[in-house]
Nanobody
Framework: QLQLVESGGGLVQPGGSLRLSCAAS????????IGWFRQAPGKEREGVSC????????NYADSVKGRFTISRDNAKNTVYLQMNSLKAEDTAVYYC????????????????????WGQGTQVTVSS
């Protein structure tokens, strides 16, 4: 059974850092692109970034450029999202998913173009 599991969320103060993980269960991520999304209460799901099967990052949202970094470790069957200089507006549930265009990232990180969503991990940035 194909499954993605997110972890690493939590409560952090503004300016702090977190590293989220997206682990695959039941399959290998070697030839799979992965995208990260987030959804804040009352808002639409927003694409954060995508990484191709070869490790090429793409489509960082303007709101996270220079602060977030997507990466992958195929040996650990995991994709990461390193989040630095966190702001209150980064508060959301963060999800990972596989794009229909896998192993490539689509031109835009839109939720409609992704499938096999994980259950999400909550990130709360607050003092």
């Amino acid at each position: 059974q194909l499954q993605l599991v997110e972890s690493g969320g939590g409560l952090v103060q503004p300016g702090g850092s977190l590293r989220l993980s997206c682990a695959a269960s039941g399959f290998t991520l070697d030839n799979v692109a992965i995208g990260w999304f987030r959804q804040a209460p009352g808002k639409e799901r927003e694409g954060v970034s995508c990484i191709s099967s070869r490790g090429t990052p793409a489509n960082y949202a303007d709101s996270v450029k220079g602060r977030f970094t997507i990466s992958r470790d195929n040996a650990k069957n995991t994709v990461y999202l390193q989040m630095n200089s966190l702001k209150a507006e980064d508060t959301a549930v963060y999800y990972c998913a596989i794009p229909l265009s896998s192993p490539y990232c689509p031109a835009q990180t839109l939720a409609i173009e992704y499938r096999y969503w994980g259950q999400g991990t909550q990130v709360t940035v607050s003092s």
